[in-house]
Every structure is written in structure tokens, then in C-alpha cells.
């Protein structure tokens, strides 16, 4: 069977250098995080640092796969290794939910037994967080303009951000009221986030992985386009799927009408990429009296 393939050269990431000043510098300060937390005794403020560093760990992995992307097919992988930046995403999500249910089950125990907690340490270390946040969101801004992977971190500091302020809320209840439960009470805020969040996300990575079809375009929609096209009596056996995040490829047999000829599937190749931007097709085109029998629309 012909194929027909349009190759991705990812661009060398430029701005790389930035992303790692970025990761060391959330790295450096999840720690300052952890030792003022485990000092000061809020369980909120070893939440939002564990948050800070699910981030690096996450751009760390993302920058890593990202290279590994980059790698051409060869025998071992003759897809090519586009699919290590979804493997990446899929670790980090997992490992996020993971951390999430850890801290509400930390943050219901605490609940149960409030701990004395020194309300000053909070305020300036989580003050501190808040500006390294802000200043990472910078380093990433301009990138994150072009780049889907890049944009998740940019947000990911500006959720940051926003448990920052959360924590410094809990720190000032606690100096002003001596309000022991608002600190597991943002700890349970900032667990349920990470989860919302983590959930949402590993599904689309899954998906790829699963060899699902993308969400656009949909297989029927595709199968119904094919379907119309001149010299085309039936479309069955489609398979739709992902290469990788941005590449989608198609597979199916063609029942041609009228004469045979190659420029059926030439048309049905060149409307694949116009209409859908399917640049990877496989198409097997059958005559009327030689059409595989008893095979569905869509699979197999």
C-alpha cells in the first residue's frame, strides 16, 4: 500500500536556556518551601511546594522528551519518537493525581488534629514563592505564545501564583486569629485543584496512547467526506489516530466506482489534507467485485 508522509522537523528550542534558569530556580525554591514548612508546621505551605515541584519535574520531563521527539524513525521505532512527549505528559498527570489524594488525606488527618504553626514563617516564605512564581511566568511568557507544552507551564506558575496568595491567607488567619484550620483547609483547596487539573489532563494523553481518533476532526465526519467524493462507492475499515499530539493519520479501504485509476485516491489524499489537515493517509482502493465483505464502516 502507498504512503504518503509529511515530515515534522521540530525546531531547535531556542529558548531552552530560559527553561532551565526557570526549573532550577522552582527547584531551589520547593526546598526553601519544604525546610520553612516543616520549620513553621503548615502543612499549606508543603502543599504549594509540592505543587512548585511537580512543575519543575513537569518542564523537566517535558524539555527532556522534547528531545527525545526530535530522534528520527528508525527500525526499533519506525513511527519515530514523537510520543515520548505524551509518555511525559501522562507520568507527570499520574504522579500529580497521586500527590493530590496524599495531601487531602494529610489535610483531613491535620483537620482532625489542628498543629500550632508559625504564621510569620508562612507569610514571608510564601511571599517569596509568590515572586519567584511571578518571575518564572515571565521567563516563559514569550515562548508560551508559540509552544502548546510551553503555554501549560506558563499557566502552571500562574496556578502557582494563585496558592501562594492562598497560603499567605492562611499564614495572616493564623497570626491575626490564631485560626488553626484555615491551613488544611487551603491544603484541601490546593489538593483538590491539582486533581481537578491533573484529571482533566491525562485523559487527551491516554487518548493518544490508546490510539483513539483526536477529537477533530471526528472519524465520521471524515468517513462522510470520504464518502463524497467523486469515483468513491464505499469507504469502510477507517481507522483514525494520532501519531503524535499535532499529527493525525488515516487508514482505509476505498471501493472505487467507474474506471480504475490512481487518480481516485490522489483526490481523496489531496481533500484529506485540505479540508482536515491529514497529511499521513494510507489508502487501499478496491474494485466493486474484489470489496472485502462483512468489514464495518469504522475499525476493523
Known amino acids: 500500500m502507498p504512503h504518503d508522509h509529511h515530515h515534522h522537523h521540530l525546531p531547535v528550542d531556542a529558548g531552552g536556556k530560559r527553561l532551565w534558569i526557570a526549573t532550577g530556580i522552582n527547584i531551589g525554591l520547593t526546598l526553601a518551601q519544604i525546610v520553612a514548612g516543616l520549620i513553621s508546621?503548615?502543612?499549606?505551605?508543603?502543599?504549594?511546594?509540592?505543587?512548585?515541584?511537580?512543575?519543575?519535574?513537569?518542564?523537566?520531563?517535558?524539555?527532556?522528551?522534547?528531545?527525545?521527539?526530535?530522534?528520527?524513525?528508525?527500525?526499533?521505532?519506525?513511527?519515530?519518537?514523537?510520543?515520548?512527549?505524551?509518555?511525559?505528559?501522562?507520568?507527570?498527570?499520574?504522579?500529580?493525581?497521586?500527590?493530590?489524594v496524599w495531601l487531602a488525606a494529610e489535610g483531613v488527618m491535620r483537620m482532625l488534629d489542628p498543629q500550632p504553626i508559625a504564621g510569620w514563617v508562612v507569610v514571608i516564605v510564601a511571599t517569596l514563592a509568590l515572586i519567584v512564581d511571578a518571575v518564572t511566568a515571565w521567563l516563559t511568557f514569550r515562548m508560551a505564545r508559540d509552544s502548546m507544552n510551553i503555554r501549560a507551564a506558563f499557566l502552571h506558575n500562574l496556578?502557582?501564583?494563585?496558592?501562594?496568595?492562598?497560603?499567605?491567607?492562611?499564614?495572616?488567619?493564623?497570626?491575626?486569629?490564631?485560626?488553626?484550620?484555615?491551613?488544611?483547609?487551603?491544603?484541601?483547596?490546593?489538593?483538590?485543584?491539582?486533581?481537578?487539573?491533573?484529571?482533566?489532563?491525562?485523559?487527551?494523553?491516554?487518548?493518544?496512547?490508546?490510539?483513539?481518533?483526536?477529537?477533530?476532526?471526528?472519524?465520521?465526519?471524515?468517513?462522510?467526506?470520504?464518502?463524497?467524493?467523486?469515483?468513491?462507492?464505499?469507504?469502510?475499515?477507517?481507522?483514525?489516530?494520532?501519531?503524535?499530539?499535532?499529527?493525525?493519520?488515516?487508514?482505509?479501504?476505498v471501493v472505487q466506482c467507474g474506471p480504475r485509476s490512481d487518480a481516485v485516491r490522489q483526490s481523496l489524499k489531496a481533500m484529506l489534507i485540505d479540508r482536515f489537515a491529514i497529511h499521513h493517509s494510507t489508502i487501499e482502493v478496491e474494485p466493486p467485485e474484489a470489496a472485502c465483505e462483512g468489514i464495518p464502516a469504522i475499525g476493523h
Open 159 to 253: 496556578a502557582d501564583a494563585l496558592g501562594s496568595i492562598g497560603v499567605i491567607f492562611a499564614g495572616t488567619l493564623v497570626l491575626l486569629y490564631d485560626w488553626r484550620l484555615i491551613d488544611p483547609i487551603v491544603t484541601l483547596l490546593i489538593a483538590a485543584y491539582i486533581l481537578w487539573h491533573a484529571a482533566s489532563e491525562v485523559m487527551p494523553a491516554i487518548r493518544i496512547l490508546m490510539l483513539g481518533s483526536p477529537g477533530t476532526p471526528h472519524a465520521e465526519e471524515v468517513l462522510e467526506a470520504m464518502r463524497a467524493m467523486p469515483g468513491v462507492e464505499d469507504v469502510h475499515h477507517l481507522h483514525l489516530w494520532r501519531m503524535q499530539e499535532h499529527e493525525t493519520a488515516l487508514e482505509a479501504h
Open 41 to 100: 508546621g503548615s502543612l499549606a505551605l508543603i502543599a504549594d511546594a509540592i505543587h512548585n515541584l511537580s512543575d519543575a519535574i513537569s518542564l523537566v520531563l517535558a524539555l527532556v522528551a522534547r528531545r527525545i521527539a526530535r530522534r528520527p524513525a528508525d527500525a526499533e521505532m519506525t513511527f519515530g519518537y514523537g510520543r515520548a512527549e505524551v509518555v511525559a505528559a501522562l507520568i507527570n498527570y499520574t504522579t500529580l493525581i497521586v500527590l493530590s
